[in-house]
């Protein structure tokens, strides 16, 4: 997110990480370089070049120099939020249009914390219908012409029959979790089957919920299932995968 170097801020604009390797003449002479301008941190004369990684860090911003600092500056680095994902394998029966008057509980594979989540209801989307909205959003013509949008509203049709065929439709399950929480689901039937390749494999639909706030108050979230399903559906065999949760690490100080 950004470093201070001592009082001084510097927004980060693009950082890289990378093993160094002794067979690359600039990983080696960047290392040597470093040391020979007076880095010494504590057993690096006891670790192997290749066992060495090395970030590095574009500030965002022109500078005409890099600002002087004595040997004692204090860098303080400011984490942006990050994604974890948690794998949980629970199986579950969702009925579309059913009631859930019972919350969710389930534990990830790492620990035994209990975390839940508050099913309001699942039904039923017809994505064809969606993609069909999409496409017919006055707000594309903005940003492409109407022969580019029927352009990519033909490609995406020919690619997604074969992900989802017309009359198909995907599970939504809208649900209340933990503020930090977002759900994914698959079905049995697709946990239990061989890989299928499809190309260009799961689209990223964003379904949000009609209301912004659930039966329990908490804020309304929408999970997809990219398993196409007939539309007299009634019991889905599923499988609460895994979660992921959002988490801010906790700020670097070096000094």
Not at 40 to 53: A, R, T
Not at 63 to 74: A, G, H, L, M, T
């Amino acid at each position: 997110k950004s470093v201070f170097i001592d009082e001084m801020e510097f927004e980060i604009n693009v950082t890289e990480n990378r093993l160094l390797n002794v067979k690359d003449g600039e990983s080696v002479l960047f290392l040597s370089e470093l040391l020979r301008n007076g880095w010494n941190p504590e057993g690096v004369d006891y670790q192997s070049i290749d066992m060495l990684f090395i970030t590095s860090i574009e500030f965002a911003g022109d500078f005409d120099k890099i600002p002087e600092f004595d040997d004692n500056v204090k860098l303080h680095f400011t984490m942006n939020m990050d994604m974890v994902t948690y794998l949980v394998e629970q199986p579950v029966t969702l009925t579309v249009n059913g009631e859930y008057p019972e919350k969710l509980w389930f534990k990830n594979k790492e620990d035994n914390k209990e975390h839940w989540a508050q099913i309001n209801r699942v039904y039923l989307l017809d994505m064809w219908a969606e993609m069909e909205k999409s496409f017919s959003d006055a707000r594309l013509l903005e940003h492409m012409t109407k022969e580019q949008i029927e352009e990519a509203k033909r490609n995406f049709e020919k690619s997604f029959v074969n992900v989802c065929p017309k009359g198909m439709y995907y599970p939504v399950i809208e649900y209340e979790s933990e503020d930090d929480i977002s759900l994914e689901f698959h079905t049995k039937k697709f946990l239990d089957s061989k890989p299928v390749h499809h190309g260009s494999g799961s689209i990223g639909f964003i379904i949000s919920p009609d209301k912004p706030t659930g039966i329990l108050g908490k804020k309304l979230k929408s999970a997809i299932i990219q398993e196409p399903v007939t539309e007299n559906t009634e019991i889905i065999e599923a499988e609460l995968f895994q979660y992921h949760r959002t988490i801010t690490p906790e700020d670097v100080i070096l000094c």
